[in-house]
C-alpha cells in the first residue's frame, strides 16, 4: 500500500513570498493609476485567487480592467519579484525528511503554475517533489478544491488518503472538498481562528510542530 500523498502550498506555507508579491501589487496599482492600501493591509491577499483580490483592489468588476491589473503583476513578478523571497525556517528538512521516507510530494499552489516550478527550482527544492501543481493563466484551477482533484486524476492516485499544508482556508477548504487531512501553519497569512473554523485538524506554530502533526495524521490514515 501506497504511503499517504502529501501536498504544499507555497506562498506562506513553503516561503515567505511577502516582498515580491507587494512589490508586484504596487506596481499594478500605480500603472492602473490606483492608490495603494499600507502593505499591511495588503498582505492578506497573499494566497487567495488573485483575479478576485485585484477586482477588490481596483473597486471593479470589469474583467478587462482585472485582466490588465493581471498583467502588469505578472510583469512586475516575472522580472525579479518571484525570487524576493525566502524559505520559512525547518521547511527544507521537512521536506526531506518526508521525500526520503517515500511519501509523494507535490506543491499545490494557486499561484500560476510555471512560475511556482521557478520559485521551487530556484530554491533548490525541486528534488523533493514529484510535481508543481497551481494554476494555469486561463483561471483553470485557481480554486484548491479544483486543483486538488485534479491532482489526484493526473497523477492517478488510487488511495484518496493524504494530507494538505497550507495557511489559508482555501487550502483547508480544498483539501476537506477532497477528504484530506489539514494541517494548518500559523507563520503564514491566515488566521488561526478562520483556519480552524475552515477545517484545519491542526494548528502549528514550528516545523517540528508540523513534523507531528502530519505523523499524527498519517497514523490516522
Request: proline share 5%; hydrophobic share 45%; aromatic share 8%.
Amino acid at each position: 500500500m501506497a504511503l499517504p500523498t502529501l501536498l504544499f502550498d507555497l506562498d506562506g506555507t513553503i516561503t515567505d513570498p511577502a516582498p515580491g508579491f507587494l512589490a508586484s501589487i504596487h506596481y499594478a496599482l500605480e500603472e492602473m493609476q490606483i492608490p495603494a492600501p499600507p502593505d499591511n493591509q495588503l498582505v492578506r491577499y497573499i494566497g487567495p485567487p488573485l483575479r478576485e483580490s485585484l477586482g477588490e483592489l481596483l473597486g471593479t468588476e470589469d474583467s478587462e480592467a482585472i485582466e490588465r491589473a493581471l498583467e502588469l503583476y505578472r510583469w512586475r513578478l516575472d522580472n525579479g519579484g518571484k525570487f524576493e523571497a525566502r524559505v520559512h525556517d525547518g521547511m527544507r528538512e521537512l521536506l526531506e525528511h518526508y521525500a526520503g521516507a517515500g511519501h509523494a510530494l507535490y506543491v499545490c499552489t494557486g499561484k500560476p503554475e510555471g512560475v511556482a516550478t521557478e520559485i521551487i527550482e530556484y530554491f533548490g527544492l525541486s528534488k523533493h517533489f514529484q510535481h508543481v501543481y497551481g494554476a494555469k493563466l486561463d483561471g483553470r484551477f485557481c480554486e484548491k478544491a479544483e486543483l486538488i482533484a485534479h491532482i489526484w486524476e493526473v497523477e492517478a492516485i488510487d488511495d484518496p488518503a493524504g494530507a494538505m499544508v497550507g495557511d489559508t482556508v482555501f487550502d483547508m477548504q480544498g483539501a476537506k472538498a477532497n477528504g484530506l487531512g489539514t494541517v494548518a501553519v500559523d507563520w503564514g497569512f491566515g488566521q488561526k481562528a478562520d483556519l480552524l473554523a475552515a477545517g484545519a485538524d491542526h494548528y502549528v506554530s514550528s516545523a517540528a510542530e508540523l513534523q507531528a502533526a502530519i505523523d499524527e495524521l498519517i497514523a490516522m490514515l
